[in-house]
T-cell receptor, first 116, second 113 residues
């Protein structure tokens, strides 16, 4: 157990629908990062939050949004889902801003999203 | 902008043989480099990292990597692999001011008996 909790582990939904993925960071970590892993694109950085504030955006579609709550858990919202959104979505956390910390990032086990 | 290239998408090797997984990076600033391992159906686990100091970095499970600034490389090595090392390995560079990790496309290591 890495200490980063992601729910649900698996999600199957239809095109056009909206889903919410949840992430609880490791205790004491203030930064949360979201990544999408697909066979063709590899690991793509989506978005980062630090202590409730958005800090960096990567290749995140406008149909996707995220937020980090006061208790530091984060949610990634995916709407108007398309077949191409099927992927593994990972959340990672770190103690500070950036990855150059004693522990680097700690990853959750991911949510596998299948859009049918 | 930083980028990472993993030159081999798949590396098959026999058990107890040595292995090297290659990683080259592109960065105009000081770099922090990482190797992560992903076992089937699991998240990524940190193997080792280079932040500063000695260019030879030792990690978990007997892996080590050498930072070579002139070659802009950070190759991962293990002198003798086990079946249990079968996994996908990702090299990553710290995105600097953006604060996120930039990953390579990964190398699938397949250890055969």
């Amino acid at each position: 157990d890495s200490g980063v909790t992601q729910t649900p582990k698996h999600l199957i939904t239809a095109t056009g629908q909206r889903v919410t993925l949840r992430c609880s960071p490791r205790s004491g970590d203030l930064s949360v990062y979201w990544y999408q892993q697909s066979l063709d694109q590899g690991l793509q950085f989506l978005i980062q939050y630090y202590n409730g504030e958005e800090r960096a955006k990567g290749n995140i579609l406008e149909r996707f949004s995220a937020q980090q709550f006061p208790d530091l858990h984060s949610e990634l919202n995916l709407s108007s889902l398309e077949l191409g959104d099927s992927a593994l979505y990972f959340c990672a956390s770190s103690a500070t801003f950036g990855a150059a910390t004693p522990y680097g990032y700690t990853f959750g086990s991911g949510t596998r999203l299948t859009v049918v | 902008a930083q980028s990472v290239t993993q030159l081999d998408s798949q590396v098959p090797v026999f058990e107890e043989a040595p292995v090297e997984l290659r990683c080259n990076y592109s960065s105009s600033v000081s770099v922090y480099l990482f190797w992560y391992v992903q076992y089937p159906n699991q998240g990524l686990q940190l193997l080792l990292k280079y932040l500063s100091g000695s260019t030879l970095v030792k990690g978990i499970n007997g892996f080590e990597a050498e930072f070579n600034k002139s070659q802009t490389s950070f190759h991962l090595r293990k002198p003798s692999v086990h079946i249990s090392d079968t996994a996908e390995y990702f090299c990553a560079v710290d995105g600097g001011s953006q604060g996120n990790l930039i990953f390579g496309k990964g190398t699938k290591l397949s250890v055969k008996p």
